[in-house]
Nanobody
Framework: QVRLVESGGGTVQAGASLRLSCAAS????????MGWFRQAPGKEREFVAA???????NYRDSVKGRFTISRDNAKNGVSLQMNSLKAEDTAVYYC?????????????????WGQGTQVTVSS
């Protein structure tokens, strides 16, 4: 029974920072890629960031320089440090494990998703 649980979301003002965390259980993901996605109301779920087990990372253009993805080995998971948050970052953020990593993106695993954590950025 693989479970991924996100935490760290909340409501903040533009320019503030949040750190999201994803803890996994039921399987070891130390040599698996992991990623973050987000979905705003009425919009498609979109890729945010991913990290390969080797440490290589990639990001969508709109978050480069503001967001940093990192492995959290203590939680068998992944974190997302979000700085200089903007109103357009408002969304539910989901983590995904064991997807297919590439230099240009990340194809998510069909089953290994968390339930999401809400991030709301007010202007």
């Amino acid at each position: 029974q693989v479970r991924l649980v996100e935490s760290g979301g909340g409501t903040v003002q533009a320019g503030a920072s949040l750190r999201l965390s994803c803890a996994a259980s039921g399987r070891t993901f130390s040599r698996s890629a992991m990623g973050w996605f987000r979905q705003a109301p009425g919009k498609e779920r979109e890729f945010v960031a991913a990290i390969h087990w080797s440490g290589a990372t990639n990001y969508r253009d709109s978050v480069k320089g503001r967001f940093t993805i990192s492995r959290d080995n203590a939680k068998n998971g992944v974190s997302l440090q979000m700085n200089s948050l903007k109103a357009e970052d408002t969304a539910v953020y989901y983590c995904n494990a064991a997807g297919a990593y590439s230099d240009s993106g990340y194809y998510p695993h069909g089953r290994y998703w968390g339930q999401g954590t809400q991030v709301t950025v007010s202007s």
